[in-house]
Every structure is written in C-alpha cells, then in structure tokens.
C-alpha cells in the first residue's frame, strides 16, 4: 500500500503519512484497511496497518486480504519471511506483542461498543533502547 | 465549507483541540477527492463546471495568496526541501526505522 505525502502534522512534531483506504465489498460502511507511516522530519519509526471489519459477509475476506498485506509489510520492514506462528496469530485476530531483529511488532483488537463490528491494528515500530545505545 | 473556498487548518473549528486528527482528516478528505490540496496547508472545495470539477476562482486565489503570503512562500521552501530529500532518500540504519520515502512505498 502507497501512503500519500509525508508531512507534518501542524502544532506537533510528529510527522506522518496515510494510505487512501483500501474498500473491500460494496457495502454502505465496507470494510477498509489503511496504512500509517509516524515519525520525524527524516525517520520513520512507526508503521501501522488498521483494518475496520463492518460486515460478517466480507469479513473472511478481509481477514485473508490483511494478513496478505501484514506479511508483504513484515517482508519489506523486516526483511524476512514473516513466520508461521505470527501469521496464525494474525489469522486467528489474536492480540500479541513480541520482538523481532530489536523491532517491536504488535497486533491489537478492539471491539467496538456497538457490537457492529471490530478493528484491528498491526504495529511495527522501533525498539527505542536499542535505537538510543 | 462552500464550493470554491480556499481554507487553511485553522479555519476548521475543531483544529484548536484535535489538531493531528484534523490533519489526518483533512488528509483523507484530499485522497478521497473531496476536497483539493492547493498548496502546503491550503485546500479547497472543488466547484462543479459542467465538464468537471473547477479550480477556485482567481479573485479567491489572490484573497487567500494575499491573505497569507508568508505560508506560500513556506510552502514553496518546504516542497523544495522534500523533493530534494525524495530524489536521494538518507540511508537510515535499521535498528533507528525506516525512511519515510521508502516506507511510504511498502
């Protein structure tokens, strides 16, 4: 996914950078996936895949779409195959947090209030202490 | 917003509490096409012509260029600056992240 320019954000130091969404089916509120780069002016440090579920009828789809573009980020982030066991947990919507090459890669769930549907969020950023020694 | 308009951030009321989500929004906005990007901070509202979306008028280009001089000007430096930074991105060393550039394109 190609984000749009890199810029900063006004009154913030944070800099940042979005994909236009990424529908998938035809409905109303259809699913979509995003993708975020944040940082500073030179640096990335934080990359973010978002999924928003808003219908059981794509959600299989969407889920296997996800996991496609998690792995193809985790390949082009990391530099490695992303391994069997993380993409069963991305498979399964189960939340982790572990590190890989001195990166942290976390996956978290949130269901919304509403029960209509759920999001959820991948998270490759830089271990700071290991950025820092 | 009418059609036509040319605004910056802070003419959004919600920029004052909430300003990176704003910027994100307005971002998402400028992607879906519902609004344009003028320059560095600056958008506007397409007006519907008969072929097709148009640009502001002239006299709201001048109103919004003389209203604020100093942010084109900005805007030309800032724009200069990233496309010179774009053309040869920094190597960055993996354990400190990634250049926007290239992590933009992953």
Known sequence: MKTDDYQQALFDKEWFASSPCLEIGNDVLPDNIAYYIEGDEYIASRLKIVVNFNNKTTGEVTLNLFAEIAAELFSKALGKKISEELHTQIISEGPFNTTVDNKNVEMLKEVWPTGLGHTLEIIININTSAATS | ?106
Do not use: C
């Not at chain 2, 003028?38 to 979306?53: A, T």
């Open chain 2, 1 to 106: 917003m009418s059609e036509g308009h040319v605004f910056g951030y802070e003419e959004l009321l919600d920029y004052s509490f909430a300003p990176s989500a704003v910027t994100k929004a307005v971002s998402r906005m400028v992607s879906k096409k519902k609004i344009e990007r003028l320059s560095n901070g600056k958008f506007y509202v397409p007006r519907k012509g008969v072929l097709g979306p148009l640009k502001p008028s002239d006299e709201e280009l001048i109103r919004s260029v003389l209203y604020n001089r100093q942010d084109v000007k900005a805007s030309i430096e800032a724009v200069k600056t990233i496309a010179a930074r774009e053309k040869t991105p920094a190597v960055i060393p993996p354990d400190h992240g990634w250049s926007p550039h290239r992590a933009g394109s992953f």
